[in-house]
Every structure is written in structure tokens, then in C-alpha cells.
């Protein structure tokens, strides 16, 4: 090691900072070199002046009283993990894991129920343009309700309410949602109306709608379900229920 | 350290669903247990520092009011910080805190001279024998050494204070001041050395007068 190389380090062999190897160097130095121990003594003069005679100053009284009493009302801030830290959000999470639960049945119920009657208006339309609209050709119901009989594993209602306006022209058997429906066909003026008659009552469907221009009236009664469809006028056809309804 | 937090009557209300209405800050007497012995815990691993958490602020502050007022306040923000303590010696820890303190006190107050302005060329000592070192030491009048240590920039001052006055090793005064060990090392032989500069200018300034 040469001076320049020392000077830099007699601070820290003086304070013991220095590794073994380094500091056994800085020894070999100093023990030849006269100008860097004269350095060394002045450093280490300087060293003792600070640490003998630079005041450490001590606390003063009542400082540590004063800071024992401020200690326990301060509560540390506990670091809590994650979801307890944010656990203000899980009543939300919760609402809106709910509400597109919600979202999903009752969507899915409507698109259920749309389809539904989709079929329904398809059926109509095209038992209408395909000419294959009566199976049975009657406006006796006692002619249209035994020709059920042997098609339906049900027995809808048949009326005739030509004294009403709605004269009974005769009767189907259709496909709806997967179901066989009894079609009762009936006349208004120039119009048709078709009402599909299915087993279970339990689906929900729109009492009134209108699909595809086509006026959709439905109701429940004796566990079956009814839909009429038709081209009338929606308050129309909406008679055409009420009297099916009255005479059932 | 994680303390298990007791949170308050669930709140139902909107408001409180929302988090609008936060609970209010958990007091004493939420978990006195919890809270007490905590206590108990943080005034045994950091009320021994209290002299060297005082020293270091007196120095740094240069008056009692502030260096009071800084310590209590830097206990307080290490007791908030506790759970972060990893145990060893609390003392590099706690004065790290007071050190931060005081800085952004000084800091609002004052502009703080960047420590690496200090050239030596500027400062060279006329005389910097061993003899002359020696001299001063046993002439030494402790007023005057008192205000050429006030008169240190601050980076030179809490060198000395942390090293010679507190027995900080340097690779604590690095973690603490936050520098490598090598700029601990030169900073504190140059701040030795500027402080005794500063105190030959004042016995040559009284003894001329």
C-alpha cells in the first residue's frame, strides 16, 4: 500500500471498520512511513477531542413520561391481510354475485318464455300459409272434442262461440316446446285465430304481447295453458280470451 | 406482528355498507390486552434509546424544544410502525425514524445543504499535524466546540453524532443515513476533520478579539 492508498483508510482503522487483511496493510504502512503516522495521530487527536469532549446530550426529564402516556392511546395500525382489510367490499361482492344470479335466471326465464312463444307464432304462421291449417273440419265441437280423444293424452276444452263472434271452423293436433298442443281454429270475419292448448300450466307467459306483428293473448285454467294467436286487433282478440274464458 | 383486529358492531346501514362511515379508529379500551402488551413490548425494545434518540435530534434541530418535540413525535410513528420492527437492536431502527422526522421538520422550516457540496481543496487545514490536533484537544473550550458543531452541515454532523457520540458501526450509519459503508467512511473522516477546521477558526477568532 502506498500513502495514497492509506490516507483514506486511517479513519477506519482507527474506529476498528477495517477487515483483517486490510488493516494489517495499513499497520505495515503506518510502522514506515513517518507522514501518514503523523496523520494517523492527528486523525486519532481528533477522534478523542470529539468523543471526550462533544456533549451527548441526555434526555430531559418528563420526555419519557410524556411519550409513555401518548403510547397506548395511539393503537398501531394494524396490517391486516388483504380481505380483512377490504372487507367493506364483500357485502358488495355479494350483492352483485346475487344480482347477476338473478340476472341469469330471470333472463333466462324470458328468453325461455320467448321462445315459447316464438313457436307458437311460427306454428300459426306456417299451418296458415302451408294450407294445413284443419285437421278436423268442424264447427260442431261435439265433432272437434272426441277427435281429440285418440291424438292427446289431455282433453282440452272445446266451445263454439259463433254467438260471440268467434266461430269454431275446426281443429289440429301440433308440436309446441316440445309438447303436443291442441289447436282450436276459429274465425273472425276474415280473420283466423289459433288457440294452442298445452298440459302444463306452470310456465309463466306474458298475458298480452305482440310478436312479430301477431297479437298473443295467454292464460292458465284447470291446469292447462292457453294461447291464442292472431292477426286481430289485440283488443280483439282480447274479447275472443274473454269469452273462451266465460264459457269455460 | 399482526394483532387480531376486533372490528366494530357490524353496521348495516347504508352508509356503512358503502363504507361511508369507516369505524372509527380503534381505541384502547377496543383491545386493551392486545394494545397494552404491545406496549409493553414496544417500550422494552425502544425506551432504552431514548437518550441516543434524544442526541441525534438535539444535534440535528440544534435546540431542545424542537428535538422534544421530534422525539416524541418519531416514538409515536415508530410505535404505528412496530409490526414492521424485525427485533435485533432497536436503536439503527429507532433513529432511523427520529432522523426522517427531523429532516421533514427542517425540511418545511429550512433548506437543507446537499452533503456532497464539502470540497477539502476549499477547507484545507493550514496546519493539520498531529501536533496541532493535540494541541486543540487539551486547549479545548468546550463552547466553542459546541458551535462549530452546530455550524457542521447537517450530513457531516449526524456522521459524527451517530459514530462518536452513539457507537453506530458504519454499516448501521449506511442503513440509517442511507449511503454505501465507503461514503460512511469518508464523510466521517472529512467531518472529523472540518469540525476540528471550524473550532481552530474560533480559538484564532477569540484570541485575536
Redesign the interface.
Known amino acids: 500500500m502506498n500513502c495514497d492508498e492509506v490516507r483514506?483508510?486511517?479513519?477506519?482503522h482507527l474506529?476498528g471498520?477495517l477487515d483483517v487483511v486490510r488493516d494489517a496493510d495499513v499497520v505495515a504502512h503506518l510502522n514506515t512511513c513517518t507522514a501518514c503516522a503523523?496523520?494517523a495521530?492527528?486523525?486519532?487527536?481528533?477522534?478523542?477531542?470529539?468523543?471526550?469532549?462533544?456533549?451527548?446530550?441526555?434526555?430531559?426529564a418528563g420526555?419519557?413520561a410524556?411519550?409513555?402516556a401518548?403510547?397506548?392511546?395511539?393503537?398501531?395500525?394494524?396490517?391486516?391481510?388483504w380481505w380483512?382489510a377490504n372487507?367493506?367490499?364483500f357485502?358488495?361482492a355479494a350483492t352483485f354475485v346475487v344480482a347477476i344470479g338473478l340476472g341469469f335466471t330471470w333472463g333466462g326465464a324470458r328468453a325461455r318464455r320467448a321462445a315459447r312463444l316464438d313457436e307458437v307464432v311460427s306454428s300459426y304462421v306456417r299451418s296458415n300459409a302451408s294450407g294445413h291449417a284443419i285437421d278436423v273440419i268442424s264447427t260442431d265441437r261435439h265433432t272437434v272434442k272426441p277427435w281429440f280423444a285418440g291424438k292427446l293424452d289431455f282433453a282440452p276444452p272445446v266451445y263454439d262461440l259463433a254467438s260471440a263472434g268467434f266461430p269454431l271452423v275446426g281443429g289440429r293436433v301440433d308440436r309446441i316446446h316440445e309438447q303436443t298442443a291442441a289447436v282450436l281454429i276459429y274465425n273472425r270475419r276474415k280473420h283466423v285465430i289459433d288457440l294452442y292448448i298445452t298440459p302444463d300450466a306452470g310456465a309463466s307467459l306474458p298475458a298480452e304481447t305482440t310478436t312479430s306483428g301477431f297479437n298473443l293473448v295467454s292464460w292458465t285454467a284447470g291446469g292447462q295453458r292457453f294461447v291464442a294467436i292472431s292477426d286481430l286487433a289485440a283488443p280483439e282478440l282480447a274479447d275472443f280470451a274473454r269469452q273462451f274464458q266465460q264459457a269455460n | 406482528m399482526f394483532t387480531p383486529r376486533t372490528w366494530p358492531t357490524r353496521n348495516y346501514s347504508v352508509a356503512g355498507f358503502l363504507g361511508i362511515n369507516r369505524p372509527v379508529r380503534r381505541t384502547d379500551s377496543d383491545t386493551p390486552m392486545n394494545a397494552g402488551a404491545l406496549a409493553t413490548d414496544f417500550e422494552r425494545a425502544m425506551l432504552p434509546h431514548l437518550d441516543a434518540a434524544f442526541n441525534l435530534a438535539r444535534w440535528l434541530m440544534r435546540n431542545e424544544h424542537d428535538a422534544r418535540d421530534c422525539v416524541q413525535d418519531a416514538y409515536l410513528r415508530a410505535f404505528q410502525a412496530f409490526d414492521r420492527f424485525r427485533g435485533g437492536d432497536g436503536k439503527p431502527w429507532l433513529l432511523t425514524i427520529v432522523r426522517n422526522v427531523c429532516y421533514s421538520r427542517l425540511r418545511r422550516t429550512q433548506t437543507i445543504e446537499p452533503p456532497n457540496i464539502f470540497d477539502e481543496t476549499v477547507h484545507a487545514v493550514p496546519d493539520d499535524s498531529a501536533a496541532e490536533a493535540e494541541r486543540l484537544r487539551r486547549e479545548v473550550r468546550l463552547e466553542l466546540l459546541q458551535k462549530a458543531m452546530e455550524e457542521l452541515p447537517e450530513a457531516m454532523r449526524e456522521v459524527i453524532v451517530l459514530h462518536d457520540l452513539e457507537q453506530l458501526s458504519y454499516k448501521e450509519i449506511a442503513a440509517v443515513v442511507g449511503i454505501p459503508i465507503g461514503t460512511v467512511m469518508s464523510r466521517l473522516a472529512r467531518a472529523r476533520l472540518r469540525l476540528q477546521q471550524e473550532l481552530r477558526r474560533r480559538v484564532d477568532a477569540t484570541e485575536k478579539s
Do not use: F, G, N, W
Open positions: 483514506p483508510l486511517l479513519a477506519a474506529d471498520e503523523d496523520a495521530l492527528a486523525h486519532a487527536a481528533r477522534r478523542s477531542l470529539i468523543v471526550e469532549k462533544l456533549t451527548r446530550y441526555a434526555a430531559p420526555l419519557r410524556s411519550i409513555r401518548a403510547l397506548p392511546t395511539a393503537a398501531p395500525v394494524a396490517r391486516a391481510p380483512m372487507r367493506q367490499v357485502p358488495l
